[in-house]
Each structure stands twice: as structure tokens, then as C-alpha cells.
């Protein structure tokens, strides 16, 4: 998948030879190159290290069948830059035991390659009785996200909780270490995710997780819409592209390009639910992922806003989301099995000066989230939600350069993401291998330092 363009001119000026000397002499940041996924590329660049005495360490080793891992670092390989560590925390009950993080951890971080991944491994605080180990389980937290942001060379940490009665194998868990354990989530960067006891089912191909589903995305003709469709199309589903009549030609590429089918689609309107499900019943049989990410801005501080810029907001960005999920059950048209996935935004967890009515929107959107998991639970549907920080998009280019070079390297990993990052966490979510990850809110913004 091709980068989009890039502004980013300072990251291109300490990449060149004379740029990176002099970045280095005055202490300026020097972002790294991130790691991305490449079909029929390693997952990643070194073996993984897994570790830690927990009830899920001999799951995960037959779950990565396929990946090099090693179980200590020591050794003949001593000398090799590890790809990604894993450590099963599951069996820390006691404030003492939490040394092992620092015991398994400690030693490896200099040994990190570029792009590494460090995983984490506990059990759901919210579900676990006793005391203390409700305590140990959740400062895992805390250890992740600090440990991330000491990391260097893109390399990330994050947290996944699974559910204390997680079937025998921990099925649900492998979608979720394979998303980690790759450069799919090149900048996704120390995040938590829960992980329920449902099984779920590896998929034919792990290169094809979508095979034979389909896909609507909304506002998909440009931006991260249109990465959106192109990353769900490669990954094996039809993907119905849908956007603004006046988006036009620009749709019909997108839709061209994936091989999919163009919606002329105002998500607003009274009838787009219908017109959505019509079109699924009639030539498919229904629809599988849905992928609310139309979206704009009208910024202004709130003195100043019109009512207009407040509700037009409020209608694309929150109102539409909600009211197309609602649509689509009503006329029957969501599959059993599918998955929803929303688009908020890291204002919508941090605010934004001037963003009053997009912030509560994109918090509103993590409220869908919350508020549809057991509802569409019933139907084995799941709901989840990314929050993209600083991606470079035609939105992003449009901000004011001090501004924007402000937003950019305000993250651990010193620079903005790609929209193919967002696409690629989307489609983690979209895939039937996912089953098991529903209610979770993943920012995509490479540990920005705006918000938790
Ligand atoms: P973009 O403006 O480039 O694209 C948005 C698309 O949505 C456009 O094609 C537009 O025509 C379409 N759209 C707008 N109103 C619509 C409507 N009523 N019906 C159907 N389509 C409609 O924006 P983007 O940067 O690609 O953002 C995509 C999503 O990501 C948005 O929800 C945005 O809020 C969110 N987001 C973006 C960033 C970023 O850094 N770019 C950060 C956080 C969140």
C-alpha cells in the first residue's frame, strides 16, 4: 500500500545526510522509519522472545506456530535484534511478582530491532474477585505505557487483557497477537485491549481474513475512507465505497480501483439506511462490515460557532453513525457474525481548543461503541472503534505548518501516521477472526502525548 503524500518535510531533511548530522548535534527528534506490512514479507524483522508463567504462554506458542520464536534470548543468539517480545503476565497475583516485567523486559530492551513489538499479556481487571491481583493486573497499565515511551526506532508496547475464562487455547486472542506482532500496527503505539472468552476461528489464509465478505465504507472517496476500502479489498472482501454525490469521479476510482462497488450516499439523509440495505439484499446476501467513517470538521471556538456548524457536525459525525447501525438491523441487512467499526478521533478523548462540537462528537461515537456492544453481542456482531491521532491527509495538510509539525512529533514515535495505519487496525477489527474483540476504543497516534 503506497504511502500518502507526505509533508513532512523536516522528517525528509533528517533522513538526508547533512539533515541527520546536524539533527543529532542540536538534540533534535530524528523519526524513525516504521515498519510496515508487506504481503509475503516476515511479520517481523527479527524472532520473537516469549516469556512469563502464565495460563496463556503455552497457548500463544502454538498460536504463532509460524512465527521464529525463541524463549530466552541468551546464547548463540544473543547477538540477534529481537523482532518482538511477548510476556504472559496472567499469573502475577501479587504486588512482588510484578518484578517479573522488570526481570523478563529489562534485559531485551537494548536488544530491540527496528519496528519491535513488546506485548503484554494480562487478565481483565474488571472481571478478576481478588484484590490483589485485580491490583496487579491493573498496573500492567502503567507499565506499558511508560515502557513504550522510553522505546526508540518505532518500536511500540502494548497491553491486551484477556477474559479470565478465554477458552482453552485462547482462540480469541491469536487475531489480535498477529495485528501486534506485525507492521500493521506500525503506529499503534501502548494501547489496551480486551479480548472476551469467546473462540474464534483462524481464517483460511491470514492474508485473506475478509475472503468472501463484504464491506461498506462510508466517505470513502479520499482520505483514510479510500485507504480504508483499498486495505479491506486486499484483504479478501467486496467493499461497497460510499460518498457524497458530489464526491463523483473521485468515488468511482476508489470503487474501480478496489474492484467494488461506488454508493452515491449522503449518510445524513432520512433514506440512507434503506438505500444501503437494498442494495445488500439485492446483490449479496447482506452485509458483513460496516465502516462508519464520514466525518468532518467546522471549527471555530465556541463563542464564535454558528448553530449551523454545531449541527451540521453532529449530523455527519454522530447522528448518521448511530442511526445507519439502527437502519440496518431494523431491515435485517447486518449478517450474523459481522462487525461494525467506527471512526472517533483523539479529540474526542483529549478535546481540542476550537473542536467543541467534532470533540463530542468522536466522544459520543466511543458512546456507540459502549452502548451497542451487548446489544449487538446478541447477534455475535461486533463494535469497536479507532481513534486516529495525526495522520497526514489532506485534512491534516490544510493546518498551519508550526501547527502541524507541532502535532506531528508530539508521540512517542515522533512523527504522523499514515492512513493506512488506520486501515489496517480496521480491518483487524472487521475480520471474523476478531470475534472476540468487541467494546474497545484502539488510538491510532503512535502514543500521542494529547490525552491519556
Ligand atoms: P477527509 O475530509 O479527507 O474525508 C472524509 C470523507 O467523508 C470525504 O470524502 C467526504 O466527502 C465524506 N463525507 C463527508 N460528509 C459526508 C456525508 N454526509 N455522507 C457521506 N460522506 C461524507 O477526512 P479524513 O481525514 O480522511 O477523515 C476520515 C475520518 O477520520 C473522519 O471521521 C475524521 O473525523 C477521522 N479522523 C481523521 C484524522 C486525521 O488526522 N486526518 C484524525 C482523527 C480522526
Same mark, same amino acid.
Given at each position: ?48 522472545? +516469549?516469556? !512469563?508463567?502464565? &495460563?496463556? %504462554? ?6 504463532? #506456530?509460524?512465527?521464529? $520464536? =525463541? ?68 498496573? +500492567?497499565? !502503567?507499565?506499558? &505505557?511508560? %515502557? ?6 518505532? #518500536?511500540?508496547?502494548? $497491553? =491486551? ?292
Amino acid at each position: 500500500m503506497p504511502d500518502a503524500p507526505s509533508t513532512d518535510f523536516y522528517a525528509a531533511f533528517v533522513k538526508s545526510g547533512p539533515g541527520s548530522f546536524l539533527a543529532s548535534r542540536l538534540g533534535l527528534p530524528q523519526p524513525p522509519v516504521l515498519r510496515r506490512y508487506q504481503a509475503g514479507k516476515p511479520a517481523l524483522a527479527g524472532p520473537v522472545l +516469549l516469556g !512469563g508463567k502464565g &495460563r496463556l %504462554v503455552e497457548p500463544v506458542r502454538e498460536l504463532l #506456530a509460524d512465527y521464529d $520464536l =525463541v524463549v530466552n534470548n541468551g546464547g548463540a543468539r544473543g547477538a540477534e535484534k529481537l523482532g518482538g517480545a511477548v510476556f504472559d503476565a496472567t499469573g502475577i497475583t501479587s504486588i512482588d511478582e510484578l518484578v517479573g516485567l522488570y526481570e523478563f523486559f529489562g534485559p531485551q530492551i537494548r536488544s530491540l530491532g527496528n519496528s519491535a513489538r513488546l506485548v503484554v499479556l494480562g487478565t481483565t481487571p474488571e472481571l478478576i474477585e481478588d484484590i490483589d491481583e485485580h491490583i496487579v493486573q491493573r498496573a +500492567l497499565e !502503567g507499565f506499558t &505505557r511508560s %515502557v513504550a515511551k522510553e522505546l526508540r526506532d518505532g #518500536a511500540t508496547a502494548q $497491553l =491486551v487483557y484477556v477474559h479470565p475464562d478465554a477458552a482453552t487455547g485462547a482462540s480469541g486472542l491469536a487475531s489480535t497477537l498477529r495485528f501486534l506482532l506485525s507492521g500493521k500496527s506500525a503506529y499503534v503505539d501502548a494501547q489496551v485491549i480486551r479480548i472476551t472468552d469467546k473462540d474464534a476461528t483462524a481464517p483460511a489464509d491470514w492474508d485473506k481474513p475478509l475472503a468472501g465478505k463484504v464491506a461498506l465504507v462510508t466517505g470513502a472517496a479520499r482520505g483514510i475512507g479510500a485507504t480504508i476500502a483499498e486495505v479491506l479489498s486486499r484483504d479478501g472482501a467486496h467493499v461497497i465505497a460510499a460518498d457524497i454525490p458530489a464526491a463523483g469521479e473521485a468515488l468511482s476510482a476508489v470503487a474501480n480501483k478496489v474492484g467494488g462497488t461506488a454508493l452515491p450516499l449522503d449518510v445524513t439523509a432520512e433514506d440512507a439506511g434503506k438505500k444501503v440495505a437494498e442494495l445488500v439484499k439485492s446483490r449479496h446476501s447482506g452485509l458483513d462490515i460496516v465502516v462508519n467513517n464520514a466525518g468532518i470538521t467546522r471549527d471555530k471556538l465556541l463563542a464564535n460557532m454558528d448553530e449551523g456548524r454545531w449541527n451540521s457536525v453532529m449530523a455527519v459525525n454522530l447522528k448518521a453513525p448511530k442511526q445507519l447501525v439502527d437502519d440496518l438491523l431494523a431491515e435485517d441487512a447486518l449478517n450474523e457474525g459481522g462487525a461494525v467499526v467506527d471512526v472517533s478521533s483523539i479529540a474526542g478523548i483529549a478535546g481540542n481548543r476550537g473542536q467543541t462540537n467534532y470533540g463530542a462528537t468522536k466522544a459520543g461515537v466511543i458512546g456507540i461503541v459502549d452502548a451497542y456492544t451487548p446489544v449487538l453481542a446478541e447477534k455475535n456482531i461486533t463494535i469497536n472503534a479507532v481513534a486516529p491521532g495525526f495522520i497526514e491527509t489532506a485534512m491534516t495538510a490544510a493546518i498551519p505548518l508550526a501547527t502541524r509539525q507541532a502535532g506531528r512529533l508530539m508521540n512517542s514515535l515522533q512523527q504522523g501516521g499514515q492512513t493506512v495505519d488506520v486501515a489496517e487496525t480496521i480491518s483487524y477489527f472487521a475480520s471474523p477472526a476478531s470475534a472476540a474483540v468487541t467494546g474497545n476504543v484502539v488510538r491510532v497516534c503512535g502514543q500521542s502525548l494529547l490525552g491519556a
